[in-house]
C-alpha cells in the first residue's frame, strides 16, 4: 500500500449500517438519480426511496418487523415496481463497511447490523409481470447491423490466389464438412484369383489377420474380402485369436507344398 493509505479513519466505525442486495432496475434508477444530482448543487442528496416500518402495536404476540421500501416518483420509470419488500436477516457473518475517497483516505463508515434482500411487493406484481415481459421481448429480437465497406471496388470481396474452395470459419457449410472414412465405393476390387494369391502371401508372413487389418494391406472393399474369407479362412470367435482369421487346415497343407517345391 502507499504513503497515502497506511492510515484508517474509523470516527464513524460504530455507525449502524444495513446491508442491502437490490435488483438491477433498482440500481440503475439510483445511480441515473445520483449522476443527475451531480449537475445539480442545488440538490446533491436527492431522496430516492423510503423505507416504511409496519409493526401491529395492538397484537400481544411476538411478531417480526416488516420493512417496506417506496421508491421516489422520479425513479419510477415505466413500469418499474415502486414498492419492494425487504426480507431481513440477522443470521450473518459480522461485516463493516469501507470507503475510499478520491485522494486515496481509507474510511471505516459503519458496521452491518441488518442484512436485507429486496423482491417487488405484492401491490406491484402485475408491474412486475410487465416488466418481465418487455425484458423478454428486448432479449429475444435479433439486431441487425448494417456495415459499409470502405472498399469502392470491392477488393474485399473477391477471393484471393490460393483461396477458392475455402470457406470461413464461422459458415455453417463448415460445419457439415467433417472427416469421413473412405468408402468402399472408392476401392476397386481386383481379380478373384488375384486376391486368392495375395491373401496367401499375407498369411504367410503372419498366421492371424483381422478383417480390419486385411482392408488396409489390400485397399479392397470390405464386403468382397468377406467372401474370399469366408472360402479360406477360418474365423477365431474364441481364445487367445479372437477376433481374427486363420486359413483353413487344407490351404495350409497347399501353401506348405507350394513352398517345398
Not at 421508491?71 to 469501507?98: E, H, I, R, W
Not at 459503519?110 to 405484492?122: N, Q, R, T, Y
Request: charged content about 25%.
Amino acid at each position: 500500500m502507499g504513503e497515502e493509505a497506511k492510515y484508517l479513519e474509523t470516527a464513524r466505525a460504530d455507525r449502524s449500517v444495513w446491508l442491502m442486495k437490490c435488483p438491477p432496475v433498482v440500481s440503475r434508477a439510483w445511480q441515473a438519480a445520483s449522476a443527475s444530482s451531480s449537475s445539480d448543487a442545488a440538490n446533491p442528496n436527492p431522496v430516492v426511496a423510503k423505507v416504511v416500518l409496519s409493526l401491529d402495536l395492538l397484537s400481544t404476540e411476538e411478531q417480526p418487523l416488516q420493512f417496506k421500501m417506496e421508491l421516489a416518483p422520479t425513479n419510477n420509470a415505466g413500469n418499474t415496481p415502486k414498492s419492494y419488500s425487504l426480507n431481513m436477516f440477522q443470521d450473518f457473518v459480522p461485516m463493516c463497511v469501507f470507503s475510499e475517497s478520491n485522494q486515496g483516505k481509507l474510511s471505516c463508515e459503519g458496521k452491518v447490523e441488518h442484512k436485507f434482500d429486496m423482491e417487488p411487493h405484492s401491490d406491484n406484481l402485475v408491474n412486475y409481470g410487465k416488466l418481465c415481459r418487455e425484458r423478454t421481448q428486448k432479449y429475444m429480437v435479433k439486431s441487425r447491423q448494417v456495415q459499409v465497406l470502405d472498399n469502392d471496388h470491392g477488393m474485399s470481396m473477391r477471393p484471393m490466389p490460393g483461396m477458392v474452395g475455402l470457406i470461413p470459419s464461422g459458415s455453417k457449410e463448415k460445419k457439415k464438412q467433417t472427416p469421413t472414412k473412405p468408402s468402399d465405393v472408392k476401392r476397386t476390387r481386383r481379380d478373384r484369383t488375384e486376391m486368392e494369391n495375395i491373401i496367401f502371401k499375407l498369411f504367410e508372413r503372419q498366421p492371424n489377420w483381422a478383417l480390419k487389418a486385411l482392408v488396409q494391406e489390400t485397399d479392397q472393399p470390405e464386403q468382397f474380402l468377406k467372401e474370399i474369407l469366408n472360402d479360406l479362412c477360418v474365423y477365431n470367435k474364441r481364445g487367445p485369436n479372437q477376433g481374427t482369421h486363420e486359413l483353413k487346415p487344407e490351404y495350409k497343407k497347399s501353401t506348405g507344398d507350394t513352398d517345398v517345391a
